[in-house]
């Protein structure tokens, strides 16, 4: 079983380089791609660890605005994305938005890289304040992750409402969109 397992993550993490980092703003493409069905598609719910080892489920966040943010440690533009999350979760927390950070780093050693990671940021003036959940293979394969980062804005009915796909240039992108559901 936990070889299975085992595999399955490891083919899993192995395409993420595949897939690699993107970072919108390196062409002229439109920076948010809309969801294709217009009535919304329901966000799918996940339990995960996180950094503590406790479990949380996108369902604990009920009632809310929530970006849902697929990153990795290695990827550049998802170091650059972190510090807009950051302020935008101390700006609009009060009125009901949060920020979940979804690591998608290899299994081994994952919480040693992620506490490296932190302790890089902080040095840089920015200490993560929102949740950061070790991703599983099949929660990627559910979100259909097709880069790093990739951010999912999710309206207080749990629907999938706007996917911001690479990293984007400014706060101001999501906070255009944010304000619409908030």
Same mark, same amino acid.
């Given at each position: 079983?936990?070889?299975?397992?085992?595999?399955?993550?490891?083919?899993? =993490?192995?395409?993420?380089?595949?897939? !690699?980092?993107?970072?919108?703003?390196?062409?002229?493409?439109?920076? $948010?791609?809309? /969801?294709?069905?217009?009535?919304?598609?329901?966000? +799918?719910? *996940?339990?995960?660890?996180?950094?503590?080892?406790?479990?949380?489920?996108?369902?604990?966040?009920?009632?809310?605005?929530?970006?849902?943010? *697929?990153?990795? /440690?290695?990827?550049? +533009?998802?170091?650059?994305? $972190?510090? &807009? =999350? #950051?302020?935008?979760?101390?700006?609009?927390?009060?009125?009901? *938005?949060?920020?979940?950070? $979804?690591?998608?780093?290899?299994?081994? !050693?994952?919480?040693?890289?992620?506490?490296? =990671? *932190?302790?890089?940021?902080? !040095?840089? !003036?920015?200490?993560?304040?929102? +949740? $950061?959940?070790?991703?599983?293979?099949? /929660?990627?394969? &559910?979100?259909?992750?097709?880069?790093? +980062?990739?951010?999912?804005?999710?309206? &207080?009915?749990?629907? #999938?409402?706007? #996917? =911001?796909?690479?990293?984007?240039?400014?706060?101001? #992108?999501?906070?255009?969109?944010?304000?619409?559901?908030?």
């Amino acid at each position: 079983m936990y070889t299975k397992l085992f595999c399955l993550f490891g083919l899993i =993490f192995c395409m993420l380089p595949v897939l !690699g980092c993107s970072d919108a703003t390196d062409d002229d493409s439109d920076k $948010i791609t809309d /969801t294709v069905d217009p009535s919304f598609q329901l966000a +799918p719910n *996940f339990t995960l660890l996180n950094t503590e080892l406790e479990e949380v489920s996108l369902t604990d966040y009920q009632d809310k605005v929530v970006i849902v943010d *697929f990153w990795a /440690t290695w990827c550049k +533009p998802c170091k650059e994305e $972190i510090p &807009r =999350f #950051i302020e935008l979760y101390d700006e609009y927390q009060a009125q009901g *938005f949060e920020v979940v950070g $979804i690591s998608t780093d290899d299994v081994d !050693g994952r919480l040693k890289n992620i506490e490296t =990671f *932190f302790q890089e940021l902080s !040095g840089e !003036g920015h200490d993560i304040n929102y +949740p $950061i959940l070790l991703a599983d293979s099949d /929660t990627i394969q &559910r979100y259909q992750v097709p880069v790093l +980062p990739s951010a999912y804005l999710v309206n &207080r009915n749990g629907e #999938i409402v706007k #996917i =911001f796909e690479g990293a984007q240039e400014s706060k101001e #992108i999501y906070e255009r969109e944010l304000k619409k559901w908030l």
